[in-house]
């Protein structure tokens, strides 16, 4: 980090030095011109270190290793093999690679209602309105004045008025200028401060946006997954009411004992017991998908979402890690929040230091409104004066301490956020890998346990087998099949924490830029 120090004296020899970075200047204060003009020298000079935008991290990949091309695949809807594309760019509507038309319209219909997104745009606004009030401080204040007012004096006091008269108007009307010249640059460095949160209120935004967008595939996701799930449990329901039919029947002809009867209805129970904590899940994403858009939850969302209704994108974008610090949103805000605090350091060191003000008045008072711009009315006063702090109980003093601590902190900030986000893509990206496979594990499982079911089914109808077999092949299949459609859902969450880990395309909004075509995404539903 860099430091631009800028500091001013008074020698012995009544001479004022000024340093600004390396080079110094000695003025002998002869007059008071010659102050302003050794202090308008320094008026380029900002006190406080200059902003160095931190180094992109040294790092080669996101996970140790070499990082695989691809992923496994599996022969189901949702376990196509996906190939990671490293350096590729990211479309701003990035939810739009799960070629879903119910997503993209409930998207959209959020992005317009969201009360956390219109809060975090009125920030940006305020933000923006406090820069545009801290540049004013950059221009001369000027004010007009009229006083108008009626005085009586009494008789033993000499009159003040040409005319002898004790009772009298007076009509004064005056334009004052004030102007505080940025000699050692504490007005710029509050200016820079403001733009950087600004920028780190837009860089919010952009977090919020994409933290929205998120939530709401993350949510379709997991609606998808609750109403995977809930179908496999009805499927199984059936099976186990077959069996409990065929049991019964079995049990009339005094083939089994009634025991047998009995622990297949206390199976059914047991399936149909875990339907309603699916469906109280399910209600409540329907509940969130109502929040995120904005509505109640009494209101929900027309679209519905099932995991054959998305598709899973076969190309997936990998920056390069020196591109992540630039496109992750809360990096930047990190950075700007960083940037602010560097410039309230110069603040606090220019209020310790001389503060020049320069003020005039112009104006003319007289008895009557008529002649109040006549000659021999008018008045003027040119001041200036220069305002050193002496003695203040350490109070500038331990404020310039307290912003160089915030620096401190919000230089270890970024670095937390730094290590935070590449985390963030590194877990994506084993995610995507191992759940990949365990989705092929998950396929086979659930064949293997559908032919085993299939196989004691057709032999329990023959009297061929004990109904224990049957009982543990249908629990062993009721556990593959949810673990196969909860499989399936992990990899298009996967494919969504990848999008949100890389910053999710905010570069190429729509609204920010033109838009760009991605003839790759193909709509459906």
Request: charged share 20%; hydrophobic share 40%; glycine share 8%.
């Amino acid at each position: 980090m860099g430091l631009n120090s800028a500091w001013l004296d008074t020698g012995f020899d009544g001479a004022l030095r000024v340093r600004c970075g390396a080079v110094r200047w000695r003025c002998r204060l002869v007059n008071v011109t010659s102050a302003f003009a050794c202090l308008a020298v320094v008026s380029g000079c900002a006190v406080g270190p200059d902003f160095i935008k931190p180094a992109p991290p040294d790092a080669a990949g996101y996970t140790a290793g070499r990082t695989p091309g691809s992923t496994v695949g599996s022969n189901i809807h949702g376990g196509e093999v996906q190939r990671f594309a490293k350096g590729r760019d990211i479309p701003g509507d990035w939810w739009r690679v799960f070629g879903s038309r119910r997503l993209m319209t409930l998207t959209d219909r959020a992005l317009k209602n969201n009360p956390d997104l219109a809060a975090a745009q009125a920030a940006l606004r305020m933000t923006q309105a406090n820069l545009a009030a801290g540049k004013a401080a950059l221009f001369p204040s000027v004010q007009g004045e009229f006083d108008a007012s009626r005085q009586s004096l009494g008789g033993v006091i000499a009159p003040t008025t040409d005319s002898g008269a004790t009772l009298f108007n007076l009509y004064t009307g005056q334009v004052s200028v004030s102007y505080t010249p940025d000699v050692f640059g504490g007005v710029r460095r509050n200016i820079e401060s403001l733009q950087a949160q600004s920028d780190n209120q837009r860089f919010q935004l952009e977090a919020t946006y994409l933290t929205l967008t998120s939530n709401i595939v993350l949510a379709a996701v997991e609606e998808a997954s609750m109403r995977g799930q809930i179908e496999a449990t009805q499927s199984l329901v059936k099976i186990a009411t077959d069996v409990l039919h065929l049991l019964r029947t079995q049990f009339d002809a005094g083939q089994i004992a009634q025991s047998d009867v009995v622990a297949q209805e206390a199976a059914l129970a047991q399936i149909e017991q875990t339907l309603p904590p699916l469906q109280r899940q399910l209600e409540q994403q329907r509940h969130l998908l109502s929040a995120l858009t904005g509505g109640m939850p009494d209101k929900e969302p027309p679209e519905k979402f099932t995991l054959a209704g998305l598709k899973l994108p076969r190309d997936l974008p990998v920056s390069v890690p020196s591109r992540l610090v630039q496109q992750r949103p809360d990096l930047r805000a990190a950075e700007e929040n960083f940037h602010s605090a560097s410039a309230q350091i110069g603040v606090a060191v220019a209020a310790r230091i001389p503060n020049v003000t320069l003020t005039g008045n112009l104006g003319s008072s007289s008895l009557t409104i008529g002649q109040l711009f006549s000659n021999g009315t008018g008045f003027w006063t040119i001041a200036g004066s220069v305002t050193q702090p002496i003695f203040d109980a350490g109070l500038l003093y331990q404020k310039e301490v307290a912003a160089r601590a915030t620096f401190e902190q919000s230089s270890s900030q970024y670095r937390s956020t730094v290590v935070t986000a590449f985390q963030n893509v590194a877990d994506s990206l084993s995610a995507l890998r191992t759940d990949a496979v365990a989705l092929q594990k998950a396929v086979a499982a659930e064949d293997a346990a559908e032919r085993s079911l299939t196989i004691t089914r057709r032999r329990l109808e023959l009297g061929d087998i004990n109904y224990i077999l049957v009982l543990n092949a249908q629990q062993t299949y009721f556990q593959a099949l949810l673990t196969r459609v909860q499989a399936q859902a992990n990899r298009f969450a996967d494919t969504a924490a990848l999008f949100q880990a890389l910053g999710g395309g905010w570069w190429n909004r729509e609204d920010r830029d033109p838009p760009k075509q991605y003839p790759f995404i193909n709509l459906t539903n």
